[in-house]
């Protein structure tokens, strides 16, 4: 059973930066294909970016492309997410994500485990 653990996340300014990690156990962390999502208050789930088992690939939300960045060390079995240009619409739970599938994408169906979470809170 593979764990995450997110951190990193807390309040910050308009145009300020966060970086999030998120931090696995319990499985082969190279085997894994990663994602980060998003949910704010009121608003359903959105995906934001998507790392491939090497970390040699990335995908990107078009609202999210140029300001996050998407990373992985498979060496710490952990994964980031560096937040750029903040904005107060970027507050949220951010999630990350794991699967085992060979095919995935932006979908919430296709991770298997998920963290619990960190907030976000961009205030200007």
């Known amino acids: 059973q593979v764990e995450l653990v997110e951190s990193g996340g807390g309040s910050v300014q308009v145009g300020g930066s966060l970086r999030l990690s998120c931090a696995a156990s319990?499985?082969?962390?190279?085997?894994?294909?990663m994602g980060w999502f998003r949910q704010a208050p009121g608003k359903e789930r959105e995906f934001v970016a998507r790392?491939?088992?090497?970390?040699?690939?990335?995908w990107y939300a078009s609202p999210f492309e140029g300001r996050f960045l998407i990373s992985r060390d498979n060496s710490k079995n952990t994964m980031f997410l560096q937040m750029f240009s903040l904005r107060p619409e970027d507050t949220a739970v951010y999630y990350c994500?794991?699967?085992?599938?060979?095919?995935?994408?932006?979908?919430?169906?296709?991770?298997?485990?998920w963290g619990q979470g960190t907030q976000v809170i961009v205030s200007s």
């Open positions: 994500a794991a699967t085992k599938r060979l095919t995935y994408g932006e979908a919430g169906r296709d991770y298997d485990y």
């Open positions: 319990g499985g082969t962390f190279g085997n894994l294909g």
């Open positions: 790392i491939n088992w090497t970390g040699g690939s990335t």
